[in-house]
């Protein structure tokens, strides 16, 4: 049976001509924008404001589970990222696949509940705990793929390829044996997930990740971006100076420095935490037009650093936002880590907005654009074409009242909480109505029981 055609009212909408009112937003069977009508009468589902639900560039699934599990000081005097990265290794020898497949549909439903549309899974668990393939290679990703069909959000899968526990090639150590491929078995491995990816609709992506510098051959760089020619592509760029100084000692430049000379990051980039890059470094990212993807959540729990957000997006420079280690999935949250962020470091206020831009303003559209960009979504914005990725928030609530334009959309980001976010929708699927989603239940039932297993006794 065919789908009819929906339509959503909205009081106000954020559409690529900016603010308007009284705007028909109508979607196609298939879920794509086929009109924008500001000054028109109510009609269909009715929103207070309509905004675009970005994309998340940056997940890794699992590491929900671990969410507040870290938060003790570990043998080291000076607790860090190599703590909690050792505790995860920990975490990893339990995960089997109902369990992964049971927190991504949480972690999933956690983003739609936030405004996300799009969730852009950096997948790297591809083994089983001794690092034998499973009988079907993409058995994991299949798992992810599983639980977009139960969450219903729109996915960008990226196969990440991890061949080497260090810059000097080292073997993979015991924690890291579940990520591992060779280049043969990797390139098996995508055109699996490719197969795994078709049972989604016609929104859902393949791209490709090289992990980083420390885990493939910068050689082989190229090479892997190659296998899915059509797709995004991402990878961990220069998060912490131990990573910094691990790539400099073996390369004799830093990662951004090496990248860059490479002449590879373009448009279809997407470099993930780039908190430790040189002023020279952040405009010379900032000119290749590849996308910085930010995740100052995690960023700040890790004590990663500080993105320069006011030099590269003052030098034109395409940002996304992901919730990565996803312990706390806010879209709202994320923004604001950004920009509170650099007014610490630099004692100032309204650290990113323009003359002509709001903070939330030019934040919310500067990773909407970027988001979709790091996705390979035909989305980010409210306009005819494109797939309908929607959130509408309810200005009835105390913060939002009586605020319309930008302020509206500052005091969704600075001031109100997750209850503001009414509905959502990705690829025009209405997933998230009243501020839940519609199988909040049964997938949170199925994540409670998969961590109480996974928790008892680590
Ligand atoms: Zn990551």
């Not at 970005?54 to 000076?78: K, Y």
């Not at 609709?201 to 791209?207: H, I, N, V």
């Not at 990051?265 to 040189?278: E, F, K, V, Y």
């Amino acid at each position: 049976m065919a789908k009819d055609r929906a339509k959503i009212w909205a009081k106000t909408a954020l559409t690529e001509d900016g603010w308007q009112k009284d705007v028909l937003v109508d979607i196609t069977a298939d879920g794509r924008i086929a009109g924008v009508t500001p000054d028109s009468p109510p009609g269909g589902h009715r929103a207070d404001c309509l905004l675009p639900a970005p994309a998340n560039c940056h997940s890794h699934a699992f590491q929900r589970a671990m969410a507040g599990l870290t938060e003790r000081r570990g043998p080291d005097p000076r607790d860090s990222f190599w703590t909690w990265r050792r505790l995860m290794f920990r975490f990893l020898d339990r995960l089997d696949p109902d369990q992964v497949e049971a927190i991504a549909a949480f972690v999933q439903m956690e983003m739609l509940e936030a405004g996300f549309g799009t969730n852009v899974e950096f997948h790297y668990l591809h083994h089983q705990p001794d690092g034998r393939p499973y009988a079907n290679l993409a058995e994991m990703a299949g798992r992810v793929v599983s639980a977009a069909n139960d969450t219903g959000i729109g996915l960008t899968l990226l196969p990440v390829h991890y061949e080497f526990g260090g810059c000097d090639r080292r073997p993979l150590s015991a924690g890291q044996v579940r990520f591992g491929n060779s280049e043969a078995q990797f390139a098996r491995l995508v055109d699996a997930s490719r197969r795994a990816l078709s049972s989604l609709g016609p929104d859902a992506r393949l791209g490709v990740a090289p992990h980083s510098l420390r885990a493939v051959a910068p050689q082989s760089l190229g090479a892997t971006a190659a296998l899915v020619p059509e797709g995004p592509v991402h990878m961990h760029l220069a998060e912490q100076p131990a990573e910094v100084d691990e790539v400099l000692a073996a390369y004799g430049r830093r990662p951004t420095e090496y990248m860059l000379d490479s002449g590879l990051p373009d448009g279809r980039w997407c470099l993930i935490h780039a908190t430790q890059m040189t002023p020279a470094e952040t405009t010379g990212l900032a000119a290749t037009g590849a996308v910085a993807g930010l995740c100052p959540i995690t960023e700040s729990s890790l004590g990663d650093g500080i993105f320069d957000g006011v030099r590269f997006l003052g030098h034109g420079g395409r940002i996304a936002v992901g919730s990565d280690s996803n312990i706390r999935i806010s879209l709202a949250e994320e923004l604001r880590t950004l920009e509170y962020s650099q007014r610490l470091r630099d004692g100032t206020r309204a650290a990113l907005a323009t003359p002509d831009r709001s903070t939330g303003r030019r934040l919310y559209e500067a990773v909407c654009a970027g988001g979709a960009a790091s996705a390979g979504r035909e989305g980010g914005r409210i306009a005819p074409g494109l797939w309908a990725d929607l959130l509408a928030l309810d200005t009835s609530l105390p913060d939002l009242d009586g605020l319309a334009g930008d302020t509206l959309l500052d005091s969704f980001i600075f001031a109100a909480g997750q209850d503001a976010i009414a509905d959502v929708w990705s690829a025009g699927r209405h997933l998230v109505r009243g501020g839940r989603h519609i199988a909040r239940d049964a997938i949170a039932a199925r994540y409670r029981d998969a961590i109480h297993r996974l928790r008892s006794g680590l």
